[in-house]
């Protein structure tokens, strides 16, 4: 169903409507920025959550705090181009640009501010022009200095940090190497045509034990010694896994031709640039994350790059 999203992207109804999209998206996610700084702030939550650290509650309307982070994320980077375009768009994308930030500051998501320092970089270089890209910068470094001086992001941080200087992987990754490694072992064990697509979160246990046995250690989430992984939290190793290794690296190659011509394309007209910042954010984001199996990033990244494929077309 996702991929319906492709020929819409590249339709004339999208390249018309666009700016009616954008406008939702940004006032969505200003709300649930806002309710993740309200909920981090226990003030006020539209759920009661119960989970293993206190961020369960952080998710607003999206899901978790992972979820919300990328998707606020990837919001604020959409929004960029629209911060300094004059006209009566101008106030309410800067207000929903900071509401989207402070709340991917409060889901403590080190991912999130990966991904919104990247697509800011990417557009800040392509088309914001010397100006621009002064301001971009001390945006960037706003965002930085902001995510030091919240104490929760600190925080985070520092743990992170203690655990790269212990060599605890695992631990700074946030227990990503149980669903990296278990889909290591299915591609190992698959690799010419993969587990199947969504077959996953079913393959999962035997390949994380089969994972624990090469490795001779555990590979659980801290305080939940029976969890269990949908997805590999790596969109790349998962669709390796899913598809195998020979179409995996097919869709991974054409994805990242995509992206190299529409940042070239980018030099020369705004929106390429638009949409190259939008499909670097995703990519960064495919890291340690899902983001094209989680609907609301999904659809937005695949809109995107129907559109970057017709901007390309018309105009090589």
């Known amino acids: 169903v996702f991929l319906l999203a492709l020929p819409v992207g590249a339709s004339e109804a999208y390249r018309r409507h666009r700016s009616r999209l954008v406008a939702v998206l940004g006032g969505a996610a200003a709300v649930n920025g806002l309710l993740v700084v309200l909920s981090a702030a226990r003030v006020y939550s539209p759920f009661v959550v119960v989970g293993y650290t206190d961020r369960a509650g952080l998710g607003a309307f999206l899901g978790n705090a992972g979820y919300a982070g990328i998707a606020l994320a990837l919001a604020a980077v959409t929004l960029l181009p629209f911060l300094a375009r004059p006209g009566r768009a101008r106030l309410p994308a800067i207000a929903a640009f900071l509401l989207a930030t402070a709340g991917l500051l409060a889901t403590r998501s080190l991912s999130a501010v990966a991904v919104l320092l990247a697509g800011t970089a990417v557009f800040g270089a392509l088309a914001g022009g010397a100006r621009g890209r002064r301001i971009l910068a001390g945006a960037a470094a706003a965002l930085v200095a902001a995510a030091l001086v919240y104490a ?165």
């Open 152 to 316: 929760p992001m600190r925080a985070r941080v520092a743990g992170v940090a203690r655990a790269a200087r212990h060599g605890e992987w695992n631990e700074a990754f946030t227990a990503r190497a149980a669903p990296w490694l278990a889909a290591s072992e299915m591609i190992r064990e698959h690799p010419a045509a993969g587990v199947g697509i969504g077959n996953f979160g079913a393959e999962y246990p035997s390949a994380r034990i089969a994972a624990e046995t090469r490795y001779r250690r555990r590979l659980v989430l801290p305080l939940m010694a029976t969890n269990s992984f949908a997805q590999a939290h790596n969109d790349y190793l998962d669709l390796l896994a899913g598809a195998g290794i020979p179409a995996g690296l097919c869709v991974i190659a054409a994805a990242a031709i995509l992206l190299a011509r529409v940042v070239r394309r980018g030099r020369r007209d705004p929106d390429a640039a638009a949409s190259a910042a939008i499909l670097s954010g995703g990519a960064v984001a495919a890291f340690a994350w899902f983001p094209l199996q989680i609907v609301p990033t999904a659809v937005w990244i695949l809109l995107e790059a129907g559109r970057a494929d017709r901007r390309l077309r018309e105009d090589p």
